[in-house]
């Protein structure tokens, strides 16, 4: 069982920056497959970004050269930087760890940009 802790989200200005943190449990965090997720109201939960064990790392074409994902492993924590907010990146943002066939959410954090 990996336990997946988001934080790190709140309320910015339009062309604001946050950094989002995500905490993941366990003794090989260094070979978690670990993405944030995005859910807005009424919408789909869609990808955002992702970074492998290899830190191989891919965006969503929306968030490509604002938002940066990263990791430390000797921290068991993932980041994601997030610059030149728009409203229409409010959501609620989700880690997801992939390890060993299984797959793990955290509870989210809300991201909301607004003037």
């Known amino acids: 069982q990996v336990h997946v802790v988001e934080s790190g989200g709140g309320l910015v200005q339009p062309g604001g920056s946050l950094r989002l943190s995500c905490e993941a449990s366990g003794r090989f965090f260094s070979a978690y497959e670990m993405a944030w997720y995005r859910q807005a109201p009424g919408k789909q939960r869609e990808y955002v970004a992702i970074?492998?064990?290899?830190?191989?790392?891919n965006y969503k074409d929306s968030v490509k050269g604002r938002f940066t994902i990263s990791r430390d492993n000797a921290k068991n924590t993932m980041y994601l930087q997030m610059n030149s907010l728009k409203p229409e990146d409010t959501a609620v943002y989700y880690c997801?760890?992939?390890?060993?066939?299984?797959?793990?959410w955290g509870q989210g954090t809300q991201v909301t940009v607004s003037s």
């Open positions: 970074i492998t064990g290899a830190s191989s790392i």
């Open positions: 997801n760890v992939l390890y060993g066939g299984l797959t793990y």
